[in-house]
């Protein structure tokens, strides 16, 4: 188990200390083989110095823990009142009393339970973190009955950790409900482009969230409240599965333009305040369609931008490989690729094609039987 830097450092300490000792006690055994009359010549010449070290009032260095057990423990074999120079009386005693304290402190320190191992540890953080409503009785008895490790409830609690300063929220967090609702969740947002001839227009892009798949995308260069709704009723026809439909604050999505909404069979969900990762699956969809379609040309006008995005939201759908579906993509692969067991080559019988993107910007892939 890994110690921690304050018990390192204490451990230094400690090492650091004992050595000096040991080098004290190795001088003083050199010392007990020189004459007493060389020690008392040597006595004599030290207590001079030490009268020039008082006169200048030169203040001394802080004592070491070293320097303290070694005075401690000569000061029983002569009489050192009359030898303390630059440490009073009061302090040698005091040092007396501290290390009988810390002696009878080490002999008295209780044994107790061994700590956790460290992958045990953070197997209990792991669980308290990824599940915020289980409490510690629910985390042991989850790794008493599924993974056969007894845990009291009081020893989870230990590790548990601080979750941020507040209680558990026993109601679902918003990314729970977004991944619970996902295949009947609805998101749209809006994202502007500048033309060749530096004119802004608007881009309402409905996707959703389950495959990812993007429903609609519309151009205008005036945005309003009545052209919104259309683009809703297109995207959402008469036979829909959805029941959700998620957007941010934005003026134009007005009282009543929710309540129209709301009539085509669907709850309007509204972003909270501020809060632009609530609809984080949106904006990394505004954002991929900048990265790898708008930063790579300049429309020259609406019914080229309106073009251009047909084609790549084509791609997107049916062509363009999905990380977080696992991989995936969003519509059905038709047909599916072939078995096959040679995992570096082509299966028998079938050549890769290929074709082209808006112009080789990007290209798709497909097995094609081979004409005998």
């Not at 809060?275 to 609406?302: H, M, Q, W, Y």
């Amino acid at each position: 188990m890994a110690r921690s830097p304050k018990s390192q450092r204490r451990l230094w300490r400690c090492l650091v200390t004992a050595l000096q000792v040991l080098a004290d006690i190795g001088r003083l055994a050199l010392l007990f083989t020189r004459s007493p009359s060389a020690l008392a010549a040597e006595n004599l010449f030290l207590r001079k110095q030490l009268a020039l070290f008082q006169e200048r009032q030169i203040k001394p260095h802080r004592a070491t823990d070293a320097t303290r057990w070694v005075m401690a423990a000569l000061s029983q074999w002569f009489e050192w009142r009359d030898a303390l120079v630059v440490v009073q009386p009061d302090t040698l005693i005091r040092w007396h009393r501290k290390g009988f304290r810390l002696l009878w402190r080490w002999k008295s320190h209780p044994v107790g339970r061994p700590r956790l191992p460290a992958e045990l540890q953070q197997l209990i953080r792991t669980m308290a973190a990824e599940n915020i409503t289980w409490s510690e009785e629910r985390i042991a008895n989850e790794l008493k009955l599924k993974l056969g490790i007894r845990v009291a409830p009081s020893t989870a609690r230990k590790y548990m950790g601080r979750r941020n300063g507040r209680a558990p929220d026993p109601t679902q967090r918003w990314l729970t409900f977004i991944r619970n609702h996902a295949q009947v969740i609805v998101a749209c947002d809006f994202f502007t482009v500048v033309t060749a001839r530096f004119r802004i227009l608007y881009v309402f892009i409905v996707m959703e969230l389950g495959r990812r798949q993007i429903l609609h995308c519309a151009v205008t260069p005036h945005p309003t409240a009545e052209w919104t709704l259309q683009q809703f009723r297109e995207a959402l026809p008469g036979s829909h599965p959805y029941r959700f439909v998620l957007h941010d604050r934005d003026r134009i999505y007005s009282g009543e333009l929710d309540q129209q909404v709301a009539a085509l069979g669907v709850r309007i969900l509204r972003t909270p305040v501020r809060a632009p990762k609530a609809n984080s699956r949106c904006e990394r969809l505004v954002g991929t369609v900048r990265r790898e379609c708008l930063d790579f040309l300049i429309p020259l006008g609406e019914g080229h931008l309106k073009r251009v995005l047909n084609i790549w939201v084509t791609h997107y759908n049916q062509g363009r490989v999905h990380m977080s579906l696992g991989p995936g993509i969003p519509a059905p692969l038709r047909p599916p690729p072939p078995e096959n067991a040679e995992h570096h080559r082509p299966p028998n019988g079938h050549v890769v094609r290929r074709r082209e993107v808006l112009g080789g910007l990007h290209h798709e892939y497909w097995l094609e039987k081979k004409i005998a």
